[in-house]
């Protein structure tokens, strides 16, 4: 914890060599209430998760997989936008660090040079009243060199080492928890719109031609703006569509 200089995110932490997700575990701790802050960080993950059961790809020591949880105070219904608050704080770290290409991808990508180096997975426990916990998941990849990653991500995968950035993890991680917390501690005074427009500056969906592809169906457009809830607005032939996050994907087209 000497090396921290956040109030309170990552002072508690609970650390593993190996974990299934550590999405999971944080799931776990908050149900057996852990303090707003707390951390599960992974060398290693063995069934780590993206959206739709998707997964997550985490080799030991080769990145940043970790779990944040939060107690807000806000609406359960603003809560998808942890993600975008969480992909900002991201690139605000990043540039610190020297990795400055990196732009984000609605909803919970950040890429470099169209490669996948961030991915965001938030998790809630919530009534219709209020949130009892949110689980904040992020993957970076750090370490990862072209032969670790398997065939299918050679080319949609990248990494501080493969962009030639190089940083000690655990200060990369110090940098992160920094933006989060002051971030977030914006957010709990005064809301997301600051934290919108930031994202719109960061984005590298918007303005763009896509393809949204939900389980059902797939349709085309261009990525025009998101809305005050955090959902992509869509310019269709039939008007302007909006998108909730979680059960989408979207493709560049
Ligand atoms: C995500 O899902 O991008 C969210 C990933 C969240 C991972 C963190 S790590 C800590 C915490 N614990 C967990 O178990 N999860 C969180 P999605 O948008 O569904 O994207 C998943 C897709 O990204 C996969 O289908 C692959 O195509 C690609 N992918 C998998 N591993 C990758 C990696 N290491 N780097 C880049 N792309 C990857």
Redesign the pocket.
């Known amino acids: 914890n000497s090396v921290l200089s956040t109030e309170s995110f990552g002072h508690n932490i609970i650390y593993r060599e190996t974990a299934?997700?550590?999405?999971?575990i944080a799931k776990e701790e908050a149900r057996r209430g852990a303090p707003a802050g707390t951390i599960v960080v992974?060398e290693e993950?063995t069934?780590?998760?993206?959206?739709?059961q998707?997964?997550?790809?985490?080799?030991y020591a080769k990145?940043i997989?970790?779990?944040l949880i939060l107690r807000p105070h806000f609406s359960p219904l603003e809560a998808s936008k942890c993600t975008l608050l969480a992909a900002v704080a991201l690139v605000r770290a990043f540039h610190t660090a020297g990795l400055t290409e990196a732009g984000i991808k609605w909803p919970?990508?950040l890429l470099v040079n169209r490669?996948?180096?961030?991915?965001?997975?938030t998790e809630m426990d919530a009534t219709m009243e209020e949130i009892n916990y949110i689980v904040m998941?992020?993957?970076i990849?750090t370490d990862?060199a072209r032969v670790d990653?398997p065939e299918?991500?050679r080319d949609?995968?990248?990494?501080f080492l493969l962009e030639g950035v190089r940083i000690p993890r655990k200060e990369l991680l110090n940098l992160i928890l920094m933006e989060l917390e002051t971030l977030y501690t914006e957010v709990e005074h005064n809301g997301f719109a600051n934290i919108l427009d930031e994202w719109r500056k960061y984005s590298v969906t918007l303005g763009r031609d896509i393809n949204v592809i939900t389980p059902g169906y797939t349709y085309s457009g261009k990525a025009i703006d998101i809305d005050s809830d955090g959902c992509l607005l869509v310019e269709t032939d039939h008007g302007v569509e909006r998108v909730l996050a979680g059960e989408v994907?979207i493709r560049y087209k």
């Open positions: 299934p997700s550590t999405n999971a992974a993950q069934g780590g998760r993206g959206r739709l998707r997964a997550w790809f985490s080799p990145g997989w970790f779990s919970n990508d490669r996948k180096i961030v991915g965001i997975l998941g992020i993957g990849n990862v990653l299918d991500l949609k995968a990248t990494s994907s």
